[in-house]
C-alpha cells in the first residue's frame, strides 16, 4: 500500500492543526469521563461473577463427590454387615479353636469396619452440610452481584447511546487531522499528551504562564511564540505551547492603568 503524502504546512499550520487536534481529543475525553468508573465497575463485577461461578462449580461438585462416598461406605456396610452374619453363622459350626479364633477376629475386624464407615459417612454428611451452607451463600451472592451487573449495564449502555454518535464524529474528525500532521511531530505530541496529567499535549499562553503547568513564561520566548517561526514547549512540563490568538482563543486584555495624579507640595514658608 502507497505511502500516503502529506502536504507540507508551515509551522503555524501545524500549530494550528495540532491545536484543532487537541480540542477534538480533549472532546472525547470528556465523553469517556462522562462515563466515569462504569466501564471498570462492570468490569469488576463480571469478573467476580466468574469467579463466583467457578467456586459454585467447584462447590457442586464437591458435594457431589461426599454423597458419592457415602453411598459407597454404605455400599461396604452392607458388605461387612454380611460378612459379620455368615461368620457369626460359621461359628455353630466350628470344630476346634484355631477355627473359633480365626472366625472371632474376621467378625471383630469387619465390625471395625463398619465403624470406619460410619464415621467416614458422619464426616462426609458435616463437609456436605458445610459445603451446602457455602453454596447457598455464593449463590445468593452471585444473585445480587448480577443484579448490580444488569443495574451498571444499563447505565452503561443509556450514556454511550446518548454519546456514541458524537463520540463517533471525533473520531473521524481526529483521524483526518491526523493524516495532515508529519509522523514524528505527531508521535511527539501523543507522547507529551499521554505523559500529561490533563490530557493536554498543546496549551496557550495563559497570563504570561503555560496553560498546562502555569510555569511563568519569559517575555522573550513568548514573542517567539507569537512569531510562529518554529514549535517551542514548555521548559517545565514540556508541552507545545501556541500563541492564544492563533488557537482562536479570545483573552481579556488588561484595563489600562490610569495615570497617578501627583499631590502637590507646598513649601512651608518659614519666617525670617
Known sequence: MAKKEIKPMTVEERLKTLYQLQSTLSGIDEKRAIRGELPLEVKDLEDELEGLSTRIDKLETEIKEFNDAIVQRKGDIERAQANVNRYEEQLNDVK????????????????LEIDLCNKKIGEAQTRIK???????????????????????????DEILRETAEEEEQLREKAAKLEDKIDPRLLSSFKRIRKNARNGLGIVYVQRDAC??????????????????????????????????????????KPAEEKPKRRKSTRKAKTEE
Do not use: S, W
Open 211 to 252: 496553560g498546562g503547568c502555569f510555569a511563568k513564561i519569559p517575555p522573550q520566548r513568548q514573542l517567539d511564540i507569537k512569531m510562529h517561526k518554529k514549535i517551542l514547549v514548555c521548559e517545565y512540563c514540556g508541552r507545545i505551547l501556541i500563541d492564544p490568538e492563533l488557537a482562536g482563543v479570545e483573552t481579556a
Open 130 to 156: 458445610e459445603r451446602t451452607e457455602d453454596l447457598n451463600n455464593a449463590k445468593q451472592l452471585r444473585e445480587e452481584r448480577q443484579a448490580d451487573l444488569d443495574q451498571k449495564r444499563g447505565e452503561l
Open 96 to 111: 476346634n479353636n484355631r477355627q473359633y479364633d480365626v472366625l472371632t477376629k474376621e467378625i471383630e475386624y469387619q465390625k
